[in-house]
């Protein structure tokens, strides 16, 4: 499988920025891994561990613990948008890369179609001057597009433009329907 690639599903990206108006600035905590990045990288938890919004890591290992937090409640697009993958869905959250700022080439481990985890990412508010790099390679996503990334190869983000940079990620366990709909766009990407 290749290790980055669009799936054949959009979303309306004002609908989800109608959403995103609904969270204020203090909502967002900054990234529990502060060694990874420069500037500002900031999250807001939609689906956590025990649902609760200050609780930001994503632990992969505490699947059956995780369940929306308030958050989600007014964010009605967004729980559409969760409603069209119908598999296991673990951490949920917008995850902001603030003007300037970047996130250092690192990797997360166990985040690959292989792994039977995944975390699909559906940019709410991007612009041109985001350098998305993924095992060597940039990777330009649109507002309200829906990617896969192998996120177990090196990666790192740059946001060089003058206006943040925010995307719905969606951690989700691989079953069979998703298994599915990975290979098929997959495979229509080429």
């Given at each position: 499988?290749?290790?980055?690639?669009?799936?054949?599903?959009?979303?309306?990206?004002?609908?989800?920025?109608?959403?995103?108006?609904?969270?204020?600035?203090?909502?967002?905590?900054?990234?529990?891994?502060?060694?990874?990045?420069?500037?500002?990288?900031?999250v807001v938890?939609?689906?956590?561990?025990?649902?609760?919004?200050?609780?930001?890591?994503?632990?992969?290992?505490?699947?059956?613990?995780?369940?929306?937090?308030?958050?989600?409640?007014?964010?009605?697009?967004?729980?559409?948008?969760?409603?069209y993958?119908?598999?296991?869905?673990?951490?949920?959250?917008?995850?902001?890369?603030?003007?300037?700022?970047?996130?250092?080439?690192?990797?997360?481990?166990?985040?690959?179609?292989?792994?039977?985890?995944?975390?699909?990412?559906?940019?709410?508010?991007?612009?041109?001057?985001?350098?998305?790099?993924?095992?060597?390679?940039?990777?330009?996503?649109?507002?309200?597009?829906?990617?896969?990334?192998?996120?177990?190869?090196t990666?790192?983000?740059?946001?060089?433009?003058?206006?943040?940079?925010?995307?719905?990620?969606?951690?989700?366990?691989?079953?069979?329907?998703?298994?599915?709909?990975?290979?098929?766009?997959?495979?229509?990407?080429?």
């Open positions: 499988m290749q290790s980055s690639f669009k799936l054949s599903v959009a979303f309306d990206a004002q609908r989800l920025q109608a959403d995103l108006r609904g969270i204020v600035d203090s909502e967002y905590i900054p990234h529990f891994n502060q060694a990874y990045y420069q500037g500002d990288w900031s938890a939609l689906r956590s561990i025990g649902g609760s919004a200050t609780q930001i890591y994503p632990d992969p290992t505490k699947g059956d613990q995780f369940a929306d937090t308030p958050l989600l409640a007014r964010c009605p697009y967004v729980r559409e948008v969760l409603a993958f119908p598999c296991p869905q673990l951490a949920v959250r917008f995850l902001r890369l603030k003007a300037g700022s970047s996130i250092k080439a690192h990797k997360d481990y166990n985040l690959g179609f292989e792994d039977g985890e995944v975390r699909l990412h559906i940019p709410v508010h991007t612009n041109p001057e985001v350098f998305f790099v993924l095992g060597g390679e940039r990777v330009v996503m649109a507002e309200g597009e829906c990617w896969y990334n192998d996120f177990n190869l990666h790192s983000v740059n946001n060089r433009g003058v206006t943040d940079r925010i995307h719905l990620a969606i951690d989700c366990v691989v079953n069979d329907w998703l298994r599915e709909r990975l290979l098929a766009d997959a495979q229509a990407a080429g």
